[in-house]
C-alpha cells in the first residue's frame, strides 16, 4: 500500500473525523464579526490554538485538521508551531490549496475554483511544513438555471488536475465539490444535481489517473435548499444521502467526510448519525465540519482569555457528538 493510500484510510479512521479550521481571512473576519472580535493575526492565533489545544478532542475524536495558509506558518506565544500541536495529539496536519471561486466567465452567478497555477510548487513548500493532506473546494449553485454543464464540468476538471498534482507530491487530495443549500429548491433537486456532478467529478478523477483509493470525498448531504418549507426528516435525508452515492461514487474511495454547509449544529451530527445507521455501504462516513464543529465554541469564546476553557470544552462536545455519530451510536440524550 502507497503512502497517501495510508493517510487517506487514517483521515476516516473508526469514529474520527476532520476539522475544517481553513476559513480564509474574509470568512473568518465574518465569523469575529459575529461576536465583536477584531480579526488581527493575534486572535486568529488565539482561537485556532485553543481548539488544537483542545487534547480529549483531538486525541480521539480528530483525525486531521485542515488549515489555511496563514496557519501552517504560525506558532503560539510560547513559540510551538501550530502545526507541532497538531502533530503530538497524533492528528494529521492539512492545508487548503484553492485560491477560491471566482467568477466563471461569460456565466451569470457561478463560479470556477482557481489556484492550479504554481500549484505544484506550493504543494512542495505545504508538504515541507507538514501537510499530509490538502483540500480543494468547488461550488455548485442552484437556481432555476444553474448549474450549468460548464459550470460543473469547468470545476470537475479543476478537482481532477488538483488532485493528481496532490498526489504527486504524496498529499491525499480532499475532493470538495459542494452543492449549495441556498436557495429554495427541492430535495429532488439537490439529489439530481449532486448526482450530475459526483459522476462528472469521478469522470475526471479517472482521466487524470487519480488513484481513487488515496482521496477523500467531501460532498454537501442531499437536503432541500434553506429557504425550501418542507423540511425533510433526518432518516429522509440519510437514505437519499446514500443513494445517490452509491449511483456515483465508486467503492474503492476509502472515505467520505460531509461539510457542514450551513446546518445547524445539531441538524448535521443528526444527519451524519442516521447516514452510519444504513448498513452495508462500501465507504466510511464520518464529518469534515467547520460550522457544525466551532459554532458554539466561538460563541463562548467571545475573544476572552477567560473563556478559553468553555470554548475548549464546546468544541470536544461537538467533536465527541460527531464521533459517536460517525459510528451511529449517537442520540440526542448525549447531548445533555
Ligand atoms: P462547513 O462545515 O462550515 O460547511 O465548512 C466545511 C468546509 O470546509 C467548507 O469548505
Known sequence: ??????????MVADGKGILAADESSGTIKKRFDGINVDSSEENRMNY????????????NYISGVILFDETIRQSNSAGEKLVDIIKKSGTLPGIKVDMGAKSLAKMQDETVTEGLDGLRERLQEYSELGAKFAKWRAVISISEKNPSHLCIDANAHALARYAALC????????????????????IQKCYDVTKKTLLKVFDNLLLHNVDLKGICLKPNMII??????Q??????I?????DCFKECVPEEVPGIVFLSGGQSEIEATENLNEINKIENTPWKLSFSYGRALQSSALKAWQGKLENEDLCSKAFTHRAKMNSLA???SWSNQQEG
Open 1 to 10: 500500500m502507497t503512502n497517501i493510500n495510508e493517510i487517506a484510510k487514517q
Open 48 to 59: 485556532r490554538r485553543i481548539l488544537l489545544e483542545s487534547k480529549e478532542a483531538m486525541e
Open 167 to 186: 498526489q504527486e507530491s504524496e498529499i491525499v487530495p480532499i475532493v470538495e465539490p459542494e452543492v449549495l443549500m441556498d436557495g429554495s429548491h427541492s
Open 224 to 229: 432541500g435548499g434553506s429557504e425550501n418549507s
Open 231 to 236: 423540511r425533510s426528516t433526518s432518516k429522509e
Open 238 to 242: 440519510a437514505q437519499m444521502t446514500v
Open 326 to 328: 460517525s459510528e451511529g
